[in-house]
């Protein structure tokens, strides 16, 4: 056995030297990277030139990096000094970006829409130069420089005046847009149509872009009829409402009958953006225009997806919703129905039956996944068809359709059906009762991710879902879900065994409106003893932190006491001071002397925010600690780079205190007072459960063993006045006991007692003295039922009274009979005799100390 250990052993660290010499030849190249004394001499230059001159002459001899940073740095130069920044620095640029490589393209694009945009120069003094150099680097040959440098021209085309755009973009756009330029420079065009027609007026756009727009709709490449499609919208905005029906929407008609699919798409699109325009454009009669036209357009176009292009469907079923109710009004019952049933045909798209609780079909993977797409997409629309369908016919219309959303296969269709149900419920009102079984469903759901999209508004859900449509609110009257307490405390259950506590954590937040919802009766049996569970389960506080002091902060493993590190970062923000320097903060400082550089390196970073938990006066000693920490680190540390850091971490904690505002340090110090009386409440009322607890406990065994001496004790009793005046004293005294009780009970909180007091007292026979007895504090005592309760009553009085020697009444039990008592008493002779002697020797004790109290 030892020779396998040590087998192993030497596996080990025969291992762990394979690895160091593996970053010994990692380490190699790096050593060969460093700068030689001629290439630094190459990088120096002259501390006398200044910033002007430094940028040329780096621009001109200077090596790629210094270059880029020159470039970086253009709109600081040009703050500081613009007239000689653009004679001098920005021809210098205009040359290096001739034969400048990717990251110097895209820097430079950078800069010179930070020179454009912020104002930093006169537009009309240096605007040519700029745009010259931004119009050059469009037609790079690397893609991702030519866009860089478009979007640049874009967005400075707001910042630009009219007269600017027109002398310097208009003119050279005609000549890029021509069908002899690349598809590159075709594309930059039309995007820059679409960005300029805002700027200008409707005769304008109408005269001089209108014939490039045409021009770049009907272009042979599908990609630039494609783009130029998406900027119709702009286009149409900017010529007004006069010119769009004669001239945007012939455009769109034809480019929807486009042979590529990317085309038509992109002309549906631009159609459904411009609804609310063309309701007003179409005139004379905008519900025959819009019969006439949009229908059938929006019609050939769905039905062409939905037989042979899969691809695009996606799209279409994501506009739907947008696309029915911007077209509702003008729909005749016919067109309306199509499209209803339409949308039911793509959410049952990829299922073998017209159902969801079935599996999808043995497709092609990636065909599964656009149906599913499409689905999902169904799903997120739904709320807006059950306003095309009216929310009255939803039980005939839509109730299959959206069962089979919340049961579909694909957990992301149910979980978008989750996200939207709060909105289904709102439309319903008063048949939301027809939803109750697929809310059940989807609170059951096996995938966490539904219950979590169901959790966003799960409160405002079960409250509308319990409320016969009357609204959320006290005053509404609950409806008995079925199944829906069950598929609470399933979901809960199943939150909780999971790992995403943050989903069992928002469950249980949304378990606030239970008694909105709930009968009361329900919430005692099915989730009170539940709640307590998670409770007493999640706060045993002292077990966890010696837990964490014995596997992380004195682990044997430096990971795990570098992890006790960083759980001391958090609990610093989460807990109040005293209770980190209570809990943390004397095990941190001990790891001053850890073995492992690694831990004291972090421990040196950390000094300061532990320095800031310690309050004085009162944490005196744990400063001295801390003192003496880095004092031991100074002195004896061995490592360079902890060396280095404790030494700058001193010059930080002498600092502290001065360098840090009032109202920063005041705040601090309030935030810090709130945690502390948070802390202080939660332990106050975990206390008094413990004690109510075991008062509870105690006095359950006092009652069983008083019930089984009343037994004993009946069994003797005779005659018929005895037994009346025994029921009389039960049950005044019974009274006594009650009023006792609610009066211990409310001075709990602010003086609570022990527990063997508060239970002896509690289940102990009272009646106030009616002040024949000359004692100030003390009490006499008389058995109540028989002589087996004398002994327990007399070591309480005797305990009491040893335990106070200033006894007072609100601190001690008081077991007082009053001696003007007309009750009579069963017992013997002895029982007087002894009840006598026990009543002088009371009363004399409390006439000596009424005495004593005067001497």
Same mark, same amino acid.
């Given at each position: 056995?030892?020779?396998?250990?040590?087998?192993?052993?030497?596996?080990?660290?025969?291992?762990?030297?394979?690895?160091?010499?593996?970053?010994?030849?990692?380490?190699?190249?790096?050593?060969?990277?460093?700068?030689?004394?001629?290439?630094?001499?190459?990088?120096? /230059?002259?501390?006398?030139?200044?910033?002007?001159?430094?940028?040329?002459?780096?621009?001109?001899?200077?090596?790629?990096?210094?270059?880029?940073?020159?470039?970086?740095?253009?709109?600081?130069?040009?703050?500081?000094?613009?007239?000689?920044?653009?004679?001098?620095?920005?021809?210098?640029?205009?040359?290096?970006?001739?034969?400048?490589?990717?990251?110097?393209?895209?820097?430079?694009? #950078?800069?010179?829409?930070?020179?454009?945009?912020?104002?930093?120069?006169?537009?009309?003094?240096?605007?040519?130069?700029?745009?010259?150099?931004?119009?050059?680097?469009?037609?790079?040959?690397?893609?991702?420089?030519?866009?860089?440098?478009?979007?640049?021209?874009?967005?400075?085309?707001?910042?630009?005046?009219?007269?600017?755009?027109?002398?310097?973009?208009?003119?050279?756009?005609?000549?890029?847009?021509?069908?002899? =330029?690349?598809?590159?420079?075709?594309?930059?065009?039309?995007?820059?149509?679409?960005?300029?027609?805002?700027?200008?007026?409707?005769?304008?756009?109408?005269?001089?872009?209108?014939?490039?727009?045409?021009?770049?709709?009907?272009?042979?490449?599908?990609?630039?009829?494609?783009?130029?499609?998406?900027?119709?919208?702009?286009?149409?905005?900017?010529?007004?409402?006069?010119?769009?029906?004669?001239?945007?929407?012939?455009?769109?008609?034809?480019?929807?009958?486009?042979?590529?699919?990317?085309?038509?798409?992109?002309?549906?699109?631009?159609?459904?953006?411009?609804?609310?325009?063309?309701?007003?454009?179409?005139?004379?009669?905008?519900?025959?225009?819009?019969?006439?036209?949009?229908?059938?357009?929006?019609?050939?176009?769905?039905?062409?997806?939905?037989?042979?292009?899969?691809?695009?469907?996606?799209?279409?079923?994501?506009?739907?919703?947008?696309?029915?109710?911007?077209?509702?009004?003008?729909?005749?019952?016919?067109?309306?129905?199509?499209?209803?049933?339409?949308?039911?045909?793509?959410?049952?798209?990829?299922?073998?039956?017209?159902?969801?609780?079935?599996?999808?079909?043995?497709?092609?993977?990636?065909?599964?996944?656009?149906?599913?797409?499409?689905?999902?997409?169904?799903?997120?629309?739904?709320?807006?068809?059950?306003?095309?369908?009216?929310?009255?016919?939803?039980? #005939?219309?839509?109730?299959?359709?959206?069962?089979? &959303?919340?049961?579909?296969?694909?957990?992301?269709?149910?979980?978008?059906?989750?996200?939207?149900?709060?909105?289904?419920?709102?439309?319903?009102? !008063?048949?939301?009762?027809?939803?109750?079984?697929?809310?059940?469903? &989807?609170?059951?759901?096996?995938?966490?991710?539904?219950?979590?999209?169901?959790?966003?508004?799960? =409160?405002?859900?079960?409250? $509308?879902?319990?409320?016969?449509?009357?609204?959320?609110?006290?005053?509404?009257?609950?409806?008995?879900? !079925?199944?829906?307490? !069950?598929?609470?405390?399933?979901?809960?259950?199943?939150?909780?065994?999971? &790992?995403?506590?943050?989903?069992?954590?928002?469950?249980?937040?949304?378990?606030?409106?239970?008694?909105?919802?709930?009968?009361?009766?329900?919430?005692?049996?099915?989730?009170?003893?539940?709640?307590?569970?998670?409770?007493?389960?999640?706060?045993?506080?002292?077990?966890?932190?010696?837990?964490?002091?014995?596997?992380?902060?004195?682990?044997?493993?430096?990971?795990?006491? $570098?992890?006790?590190?960083?759980?001391?970062?958090?609990?610093?923000?989460?807990?109040?001071?005293?209770?980190?320097?209570?809990?943390?903060?004397?095990?941190?400082?001990?790891?001053?002397?850890?073995?492992?550089?690694?831990?004291?390196?972090?421990?040196?970073?950390?000094?300061?925010?532990?320095?800031?938990?310690?309050?004085? !006066?009162?944490?005196?000693?744990?400063?001295?600690?801390?003192?003496?920490?880095?004092?031991?680190?100074?002195?004896?540390?061995?490592?360079?780079?902890?060396?280095?850091?404790?030494?700058?971490?001193?010059?930080?904690?002498?600092?502290?205190?001065?360098?840090?505002?009032?109202?920063?340090?005041?705040?601090?110090?309030?935030?810090?007072?709130?945690?502390?009386?948070?802390?202080?409440?939660?332990?106050?009322?975990?206390?008094?459960?413990?004690?109510?607890?075991?008062?509870?406990? /105690?006095?359950?065994?006092?009652?069983?063993?008083?019930?089984?001496?009343?037994?004993?004790?009946?069994?003797?009793?005779?005659?018929?006045?005895?037994?009346?005046?025994?029921?009389?004293?039960?049950?005044?005294?019974?009274?006594?006991?009650?009023?006792?009780?609610?009066?211990?009970?409310?001075?709990?909180?602010?003086?609570?007692?022990?527990?063997?007091?508060?239970?002896?007292?509690?289940?102990?026979?009272?009646?106030?003295?009616?002040?024949?007895?000359?004692?100030?504090?003390?009490?006499?005592?008389?058995?109540?039922?028989?002589?087996?309760?004398?002994?327990?009553?007399?070591?309480?009085?005797?305990?009491?009274?040893?335990?106070?020697?200033?006894? #007072?009444?609100?601190?001690?039990?008081?077991?007082?009979?009053?001696?003007?008592?007309?009750?009579?008493?069963?017992?013997?002779?002895?029982?007087?005799?002894?009840?006598?002697?026990?009543?002088?020797?009371?009363?004399?004790?409390?006439?000596?100390?009424?005495?004593?109290?005067?001497?």
């Amino acid at each position: 056995m030892f020779v396998s250990k040590m087998t192993l052993n030497q596996s080990g660290l025969f291992g762990q030297i394979d690895d160091l010499q593996d970053l010994t030849f990692i380490e190699r190249p790096i050593r060969r990277s460093l700068k030689t004394a001629e290439e630094i001499d190459k990088l120096t /230059v002259d501390e006398d030139l200044n910033d002007i001159e430094r940028a040329v002459y780096l621009l001109s001899s200077g090596q790629d990096v210094q270059r880029a940073s020159v470039i970086v740095n253009l709109p600081t130069l040009v703050r500081q000094n613009p007239a000689e920044t653009f004679r001098r620095v920005v021809p210098k640029v205009r040359e290096v970006l001739h034969v400048a490589g990717v990251e110097m393209q895209l820097a430079a694009a #950078s800069s010179f829409l930070t020179i454009l945009q912020d104002d930093i120069i006169l537009i009309q003094t240096h605007t040519h130069s700029i745009l010259q150099i931004v119009l050059l680097n469009l037609d790079h040959r690397e893609t991702v420089v030519s866009n860089a440098w478009l979007e640049t021209l874009l967005a400075s085309i707001d910042a630009l005046p009219k007269e600017t755009i027109r002398q310097e973009i208009l003119s050279p756009l005609v000549s890029k847009a021509q069908l002899s =330029q690349s598809v590159q420079a075709r594309l930059a065009s039309c995007r820059i149509l679409g960005k300029v027609a805002g700027k200008f007026d409707s005769s304008v756009v109408k005269k001089d872009l209108l014939p490039l727009v045409r021009s770049l709709c009907q272009d042979v490449e599908y990609e630039v009829r494609s783009c130029m499609c998406r900027q119709l919208e702009d286009i149409a905005r900017g010529i007004g409402l006069d010119h769009t029906k004669a001239v945007v929407l012939p455009e769109l008609v034809e480019l929807a009958r486009d042979e590529g699919s990317t085309v038509r798409l992109a002309a549906f699109d631009t159609i459904i953006n411009l609804l609310e325009m063309f309701d007003s454009a179409l005139s004379p009669s905008p519900v025959d225009d819009r019969t006439r036209v949009i229908f059938p357009l929006v019609k050939t176009f769905c039905e062409k997806c939905f037989k042979a292009d899969e691809a695009v469907l996606a799209s279409l079923s994501f506009q739907y919703g947008k696309l029915c109710h911007g077209l509702s009004a003008c729909f005749t019952e016919e067109q309306h129905l199509w499209f209803l049933e339409f949308y039911k045909k793509l959410c049952f798209l990829g299922l073998q039956h017209e159902n969801g609780h079935c599996e999808s079909q043995a497709y092609q993977l990636e065909l599964e996944n656009k149906y599913a797409m499409v689905r999902r997409n169904c799903a997120y629309n739904f709320p807006a068809m059950m306003l095309f369908a009216d929310p009255n016919h939803f039980l #005939s219309e839509l109730y299959r359709t959206f069962s089979s &959303l919340c049961h579909d296969p694909e957990i992301s269709v149910r979980r978008t059906a989750a996200e939207g149900f709060h909105e289904v419920v709102k439309l319903l009102g !008063p048949n939301v009762h027809y939803v109750h079984k697929e809310l059940v469903t &989807l609170l059951q759901d096996d995938s966490l991710e539904v219950l979590d999209a169901l959790l966003n508004h799960l =409160q405002e859900t079960l409250e $509308l879902a319990t409320s016969r449509g009357e609204g959320a609110g006290p005053e509404s009257k609950l409806v008995n879900v !079925p199944d829906l307490v !069950p598929a609470l405390v399933a979901a809960e259950q199943k939150a909780a065994s999971s &790992l995403r506590w943050r989903v069992h954590e928002r469950l249980l937040h949304c378990y606030a409106c239970l008694p909105r919802v709930v009968p009361a009766d329900q919430i005692y049996f099915r989730f009170l003893q539940r709640m307590f569970n998670i409770i007493t389960t999640n706060e045993q506080r002292q077990e966890i932190l010696t837990k964490i002091m014995q596997e992380l902060g004195q682990g044997r493993s430096y990971w795990n006491r $570098l992890r006790y590190l960083d759980l001391c970062e958090i609990a610093m923000e989460l807990f109040s001071k005293s209770y980190f320097c209570k809990n943390f903060l004397i095990q941190a400082l001990e790891l001053v002397s850890d073995p492992v550089a690694n831990v004291r390196y972090k421990l040196c970073h950390m000094l300061p925010r532990l320095r800031s938990t310690i309050r004085l !006066p009162a944490d005196k000693h744990l400063l001295q600690q801390l003192e003496f920490c880095v004092r031991k680190l100074l002195c004896r540390e061995k490592d360079k780079d902890v060396v280095a850091t404790i030494r700058k971490i001193v010059l930080e904690l002498d600092k502290m205190e001065i360098t840090e505002p009032y109202h920063k340090r005041h705040e601090r110090d309030l935030l810090d007072q709130k945690k502390e009386k948070e802390e202080a409440l939660l332990l106050e009322m975990e206390m008094l459960e413990r004690q109510q607890s075991e008062a509870k406990l /105690v006095g359950e065994k006092h009652s069983e063993k008083k019930r089984r001496d009343s037994k004993t004790g009946l069994s003797g009793t005779k005659g018929m006045s005895g037994s009346t005046s025994g029921a009389t004293l039960s049950t005044s005294a019974g009274k006594e006991m009650r009023k006792a009780k609610l009066a211990r009970s409310r001075s709990l909180s602010s003086h609570p007692t022990t527990p063997k007091m508060s239970n002896s007292s509690d289940k102990s026979l009272k009646v106030k003295e009616s002040g024949s007895c000359p004692g100030s504090g003390k009490s006499s005592m008389l058995a109540v039922n028989d002589d087996t309760m004398r002994p327990h009553h007399y070591s309480v009085a005797s305990s009491s009274s040893s335990m106070s020697p200033t006894p #007072s009444t609100s601190s001690m039990p008081v077991l007082i009979r009053s001696n003007t008592s007309s009750s009579v008493d069963h017992r013997g002779n002895g029982g007087k005799d002894t009840q006598s002697r026990k009543l002088s020797i009371q009363r004399k004790s409390n006439s000596f100390g009424m005495q004593s109290g005067r001497e």
